[in-house]
Structure formats: structure tokens, C-alpha cells
């Protein structure tokens, strides 16, 4: 457009500067030359709309640059919350593999608790009817022993009672001693006589003789103390089954309590009476209960 625009300009210079231009051409030549400038000015709106739908493209092109880039963003996170899935399955499926080994581990120990809670039903039953037993025994020779014992005897001087496993037989000192010595009395022989028939009947008993006294120091030229006392005591007793009635030595034992584990106060005479006592303890033997412990020996 600017070419033409100079060839009018041009064109009108040369037709005013020369004196042969005639009114007619001039108004012909101002009519182009207005044409012109409309055609200009036209042409000056296109160029403003031309850079504002540039200036608009670019616009466009870096709010599409901006949405590509937050659409990369998003396939980038897109990829690695697909890998973190991936990892998470692939944890999954190593848990459920070990799951798998674990229930089988659970099975097997759950068939391994089922047999030994089996073993130890079946052993508890054999504990049972063993202690069934053993409370069998032990009232019967509770019975038996009273039965021998009741005549002659005041009800002070011995008393028979069953706890647990065994049988307690308890004298009073003063049916089987002389006064502050382990010396026997022929009245205690002869009971001890009675006491020793029913051990001989039970092979698989134990006697245990346990001494006591009361509170009040003992010194003598024989007797040291309470405790002296106490085992010449049931020392005395076992020498007399062992020896007089022939009781086997393996199943005895003796043993002193001294003044200690009294049964009554020591405040009064009464008290200090019963707690001179000799307890004669009839039990099953020691390898028993041990075998009680092994279901292969307990019938």
C-alpha cells in the first residue's frame, strides 16, 4: 500500500507545479488521493486488529504452554501413583504369600495343641483316678487305724485325720514319754505295736515321724535344747518300729520340729500340752508321685 500512496503524492506535485493541469484533472487526482487515505486508514484498523489477535495467540500459546506443563505435572504423579500401586500390590501379594505359609504353620500347630491338649486331658485323667485312689487308701487306712487305736486311748492323747495325700497321726507326749526326756512309756510301745500293723499291711507307704515340744527351754546332760529333744523323740519312735516291730528302715524317716510350728498358745499349760506332740505322717513313697508325673508309668 505504501508504494501507491507515494505515486499519488508524486503524481499531484507534478500536476500542481505544471500550468497544464486543468481543474477537472486535479479534482479527479484529490478524489484518488482521499480514496487513498481511506484505503490508509482502513488498512491502519486491520493492522491494530492483526497485532491485538497476535498479541491474543500469544496469550493463548502461553496459557497452553502453562496447561501442558500442569498436564505433564499430572502424568508425572499420575506415573508414580501408579508405581507406589504397583509396589503396594506387589506387597500385597508377598503378604499373602507369607499369610498363606503362616496359616499352614497355624494349622500344623493348631493339629500339634490338639494332640498335646489330647495327652494332657488323657494324663489328667490319670492324675485324677490316681489321687481317687490315693483318697481311697488313705480313708481306709484312716478308718483302719481308728478302729485299732480306740480302745484304751483318750480322745486328747491321739487324733487321726486325712489331708490330701496323707494320713496324720497325732500323740500327745505324754502317753509316749516320761516328763522332759525322749524316753518311751510301755503304753507307747504298745501302741506304736498297733500303728506298726497297719504299716506292715501298706508296702508302698512312707512313715515320717516329726517331733515336737512346747515353748520352755530344755537343757540337760542328755538334751542339748527343744530341738534336741524333739529329734531323740521321733528318733526314739523309729528305733522302736524298726527295731521291735520290724518295720523296713527304708520306708522311715525322722525328723524334729523343735518348739516351732505350734498347733496351740504357749500362754497356757493346755496350749503348751498340745503342742508337745508326736505326729506320726503316713504318706505314699517320694518315687510315686514322680511317677504320677510320667503318664507311661501312672495306672
Request: proline fraction near 2%.
Amino acid at each position: 500500500m505504501k508504494p501507491m500512496i507515494k505515486s499519488f503524492i508524486f503524481l499531484t506535485v507534478i500536476l500542481l507545479t505544471s500550468s497544464c493541469v486543468s481543474k477537472k484533472q486535479l479534482l479527479s487526482v484529490q478524489s484518488d488521493l482521499d480514496t487513498a487515505n481511506t484505503k490508509l486508514g482502513k488498512c491502519g484498523e486491520d493492522l491494530h486488529k492483526f497485532m491485538d489477535d497476535i498479541s491474543a495467540c500469544n496469550q493463548e500459546k502461553s496459557n497452553l504452554k502453562t496447561k501442558l506443563q500442569l498436564r505433564q505435572e499430572q502424568i508425572d504423579d499420575l506415573k508414580a501413583q501408579l508405581l507406589d500401586a504397583k509396589s503396594f500390590r506387589n506387597q500385597q501379594l508377598d503378604q499373602v504369600k507369607d499369610l498363606t505359609v503362616l496359616t499352614q504353620s497355624a494349622n500344623n500347630n493348631i493339629e500339634k495343641t490338639l494332640a498335646q491338649l489330647e495327652q494332657r486331658d488323657k494324663y489328667i485323667h490319670l492324675l485324677q483316678a490316681a489321687k481317687t485312689k490315693a483318697d481311697s487308701v488313705n480313708l481306709a487306712l484312716a478308718v483302719n487305724l481308728k478302729g485299732v487305736l480306740k480302745d484304751g486311748l483318750a480322745d486328747n492323747d491321739v487324733e487321726i485325720r486325712v489331708d490330701k495325700t496323707v494320713v496324720f497321726i497325732n500323740l500327745s507326749d505324754k502317753m509316749l514319754y516320761h516328763s522332759g526326756s525322749a524316753i518311751l512309756t510301755p503304753r507307747a510301745e504298745e501302741v506304736l505295736g498297733k500303728i506298726a500293723k497297719i504299716i506292715e499291711s501298706k508296702p508302698d507307704l512312707e512313715v515320717m515321724v516329726e517331733g515336737y515340744t512346747d515353748n520352755v527351754s530344755i537343757k540337760t546332760s542328755c538334751i542339748k535344747d527343744n530341738w534336741d529333744l524333739s529329734v531323740k523323740r521321733a528318733t526314739a519312735v523309729v528305733r522302736v518300729l524298726q527295731t521291735k516291730y520290724n518295720i523296713d528302715p527304708n520306708k522311715l524317716i525322722a525328723a524334729g520340729r523343735g518348739e516351732y510350728n505350734a498347733l496351740a498358745s504357749n500362754e497356757t499349760s493346755a496350749g503348751r500340752s498340745i503342742n508337745r506332740r508326736t505326729r506320726i505322717i503316713i504318706m505314699p513313697k517320694l518315687n510315686q508321685f514322680y511317677d504320677l508325673l510320667d503318664p507311661e508309668k501312672a495306672n
